[in-house]
Structures are given as structure tokens and as C-alpha cells.
């Protein structure tokens, strides 16, 4: 398996060696070991974005942890308990069975933790439909600081929501903050609470802290997915590329450079793969805003990544600008490959800030 990082002062590719040494310690089996970290791998690039430096060693370190333990089971049960909150909000009917009515207990549980105008306006934004800027004008507020606000509020109603299904308390007066500024994605907030310290030390939320970005990965709540397949495909994901970027405030060049990019990834993914998915996410870091790309396969994956990094080679990136040219046209590029078990690339471009 190969792992290649760009554009980032903490690579993915560096953690390979930690996991393989945290994973060899427990597992025998080496393509079960290849499995697990590549896996961890896969996941911790994934909640990369949300994660402040110091966090993202020991954030792989307790999701390898998981992984060997079969912890993920259990996290995967509370992601599908997830999604259904953002699809099926509602309480549930007679009809629905006991899962569905713990699952809206959990709900209300957790709504009731949060302040009343978070909650009031989480509800009447999610549900009712009601626009930011018609929020902000009755809150004397900016659409943007509604925004921001409902997005700490969702951030907070994970944290709580989960908590509540498991009908736990955490065990230390840390615990939630941690849990709260790694769901919100805060990265200083992460710093000034030593989460990553916390995650390693603390059983709780090395099982939760997984859980909550994981689900937070899958959670449909801003996230635009699209499934690739077919060349049509990839016009849908240009196009979605450029909308994205468009809202995040991308203009002119930028559109263009962006939508090429994602273009030539899931034209990557029909060619190679045939089927797989992109995935378009807006992200925020300390005040910059840019929009995250993520496209997986489970394809035949990458046997020489180096070779597929080398500009003119054609077996990977076909005719078109390959992988060089999809990381020149980005400021964060990385790829995880292995063979037969798939591709994962995952690339951001930040807005230059207006000075
Ligand atoms: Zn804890």
C-alpha cells in the first residue's frame, strides 16, 4: 500500500509507519494489518480537515485501537443511527419499531441541552425550512453569524445526541468539551484543551471521538455526494464541483481549476474504477474557507504511486492531466491506493483572503 501527501505541514503519509506499529502490536495476519491501516488511514484523511495537528496522530492511534477491537461496529450502528436523524427527523410513528423511538428520545434529549435560541433556530432551519437571512433579520444578526452559530449548534447536538443513546455520562468534566471541539471541527479549540492528549488517555472518547468525525463524514447535513459511475457522472460532479465552490465564494479561474479537477478524478474513477463516489464538502480553518474534495473507489487501486505522481505516466491518469495535474490545480492533494482494494484522493483548495 502507498500513501503520498502534499501541501499539508503534518502528512498522512507519515502516520503510516505509528499505525503499522500500534496495528503490529495486536494483529498477526498482515493483509489484516494492511487492511487495518489502510483503513485508518483512509478515515483520519477524512477527518483530517476537522482535526488541529496535534490531534491527528493520536486520532489514527485510537481509530486503528477501534478498528482492531471491532470497536467500528458499534460505530458503524451509530452512524446509521445518524444519518437517520438528518433524514428522519421526525418522532417516529406507531408503526416504527423500538429503535426508531430510542433513537427520537435521543433526539429530544439532545435538543433539550442546547440553549433555546440554538434550538429554536436549529429546528426552524432544518425542518422548517427557514433561510438564514430570515433567521438573522429576526435576530438582529448577519446570515453568516447565523450560520456559524447553527453549525456549532448541529456540532453540539451530535455530541449530545450520542450521549444520549448510550445513556452515558462521560467519565471526566473534560470529556464533553473535547467531544464538542472535535465534532465542530475547532481546531484551536482542540489545542487549548489538548484533545489529542485526551483521545489517547480517555476510553470514552477514543470510542466517541471516532464516531462522531466518521459520522460527521457520512452526515448528509453539507456534504454533496455524488455517485460516479458513467460519464454523465462526471459532468454532475463538475458541475456540483462549481456550485460548491461558487457558494464558498470561489469566482473567475478558481471555479475553473477546481471543477477541472474534480473532472479529471472522476473521469479517473469511470476509466479505472468504474464506479465509486466524489465528495464535496465546504470546510473552514482559523478563518479561511475552501472547499474539500474527496473521491473514493474501490477500484483496482494504485500498484506504484510514485510512478502514477510522475507527470506523462499514462496508466493511472489516462490521457488527461492524471494525478500531477489534479494536485498543481490544488492546494492540498493526497492519495491512499492499494491494490484491489481501491483509491482514496483527497484535495482542498483554500480562497485566497482578501487583504
Ligand atoms: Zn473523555
Known sequence: MSVHAAGHSSGIA?????????????????SALDDVVQETLARTMAARIRLDDGALAPYAIVTARNLVSGLWR?????????????????PPGPDDDVVLREQAEAVAVALAELPPRERLGLVAHELEGRETASLAEEWGSTPGAVAAQ???????LRVEYLLALGRIDPPTPLCRPVLMALSGGERRRQR??????????????????????QSREKGAEDDVQVPVECDADVVAARQRA??????????????????????????NIVQFARRGEVVLTRVEDDGR????????????????????????????GGMGLGLPGC????????????????TTVVMTKWRQQPN
Not at 194 to 212: K, R, V, Y
Open 14 to 30: 507519515e502516520l503510516d509507519p505509528l499505525i503499522r506499529r500500534v496495528v503490529g502490536g495486536r494483529l498477526r495476519d498482515q
Open 74 to 90: 458499534r460505530e458503524e450502528r451509530s452512524q446509521r443511527h445518524l444519518h437517520r436523524l438528518v433524514d428522519r427527523w421526525e
Open 150 to 156: 447553527l453549525k456549532r449548534a448541529r456540532a453540539k
Open 192 to 213: 487549548e484543551l489538548e484533545a489529542g492528549q485526551h483521545l489517547l488517555e480517555c476510553d470514552f472518547c477514543s470510542d466517541m471521538g471516532p464516531t462522531l468525525l
Open 242 to 267: 462549481r456550485e460548491v465552490a461558487a457558494e464558498v465564494g470561489f469566482s473567475g479561474t478558481d471555479l475553473t481549476l477546481i471543477s477541472t479537477a474534480v473532472s479529471e478524478i472522476a473521469r
Open 289 to 316: 474557507s475552501g472547499v474539500r474534495v474527496v473521491a473514493r473507489d474501490a477500484g483496482p487501486g494504485i500498484a506504484d504511486l510514485d510512478r502514477a505522481e510522475q507527470d506523462g505516466f499514462s496508466t493511472y
Open 327 to 342: 494536485r498543481r490545480l490544488m492546494d492540498e492533494f493526497e492519495v491512499t491506493s492499494k491494490v484491489d482494494k481501491g
